[in-house]
């Protein structure tokens, strides 16, 4: 804990200083930071972030949760479905990254398998589409992730007390019914929790991208940690890295700052109804 902080201290240190590939202590003030704001490709990043991060999230936490119900059910080989539902949640985003980026590739993907069959008009080109090329990466992103989501919200959803279901059967509520006003919303909490993990996930994301599109076509699916990077090792700009990088901390306390004030009240209420 204390070398995570102290690294974090140093960094944002870092980033009003000249550092370039070796820490230069001269101090510039905001100039990396206005520089930042101005950068075009910073922009496209936070805009790609913000398509990537709630695709993502929505579509992750939505196919986690039609998991968690299917299985809910008590079907049979539960164990086994679980397991493959999780199994790519074991896998490096690179090994995912590349996967998807053969069976995305219009070459010898998916568009060339469905035109060996003699449909020669279809088209599934997105992985070389400016326009296109973002949802490959949530695309990805979601397959690897879903199982984890269904893994927290079956949980949710096992927990819950069994009297609810008997009472709202008795009243003649059917299955869907059930889930929708009664499960759904007594698991809340954990929803929103997924979501917060996903959205950690989204914002840290980088070997996915480099393996699957390295940012491209051009930057259509560059991201900050791609900009972090392209500052810090490629350009050799430390100071401007370091910014980008405190600005990505930023982002992400926004986020979980909200949510830790949210988890605090919500505890202290449970308490005293407790």
Not at 214 to 235: E, K, N
Request: hydrophobic letters at 55%.
């Amino acid at each position: 804990m204390g070398y995570v902080v102290g690294f974090t201290l140093w960094t944002i240190w870092i980033s009003f200083t000249n550092s370039t590939l070796l820490p230069d202590y001269t101090f510039v003030g905001f100039k990396h930071y206005r520089n930042l704001l101005h950068a075009h490709i910073w922009r496209v990043s936070y805009e790609n972030l913000l398509i990537y991060g709630v695709g993502f999230m929505v579509v992750a936490t939505s196919v986690g949760m039609l998991l968690a119900i299917l299985i809910d059910q008590k079907i049979r080989a539960e164990n086994l479905l679980r397991t493959i539902y999780l199994y790519p949640m074991a896998l490096s985003f690179v090994v995912t990254g590349t996967v998807w980026s053969w069976l995305l590739n219009p070459s010898i993907g998916v568009q060339s398998f469905v035109r060996g069959f003699g449909w020669t008009s279809f088209r599934f080109d997105w992985l070389v589409d400016r326009n296109m090329a973002i949802y490959c990466v949530i695309i990805a992103a979601v397959w690897q992730a879903s199982g984890f989501a269904m893994a927290l919200l079956l949980a949710g959803l096992r927990s819950l007390d069994p009297d609810l279901y008997k009472a709202a059967q008795i009243d003649g509520a059917s299955p869907a019914t059930m889930y929708r006003r009664i499960a759904i919303p007594a698991i809340w909490p954990i929803v929103i929790a997924v979501l917060v993990i996903l959205l950690q996930f989204a914002v840290k994301t980088y070997e996915l991208v480099q393996a699957l599109t390295a940012g491209g076509p051009g930057i259509s699916t560059t991201l900050p940690t791609t900009v972090v990077y392209d500052y810090m090792f490629q350009r050799g700009l430390m100071g401007e890295g370091a910014a980008t990088a405190v600005m990505l901390l930023l982002s992400l306390l926004v986020i979980l700052v909200p949510y830790a004030v949210y988890r605090r009240i919500r505890d202290r209420k449970m308490t005293r109804h407790g």
